[in-house]
């Protein structure tokens, strides 16, 4: 398990999501802090450039 830090960037339901999939129990909802597994990371890394990149399309 390792700690990851969402930054403020990141959606709150992308938070929500991680912590009901893998079941992040040491998670501080104020700091967006979550401990989680490599695979959790991983997907996070996706979800963070899919939203970093549709940001992008927005006028």
């Known amino acids: 398990m390792q700690q990851y830090t ?4 990141m959606p709150k339901q992308y938070f929500d999501y991680c912590i009901k999939k893998y079941g992040a129990n040491d998670y501080k909802e104020k700091e967006m802090v979550i401990e989680i597994s490599e695979q959790a990371m991983k997907e996070i890394q996706v979800l963070k450039w899919f939203h970093q990149q549709h940001n992008r399309q927005q006028p």
């Open 6 to 9: 969402l930054d403020n960037m």
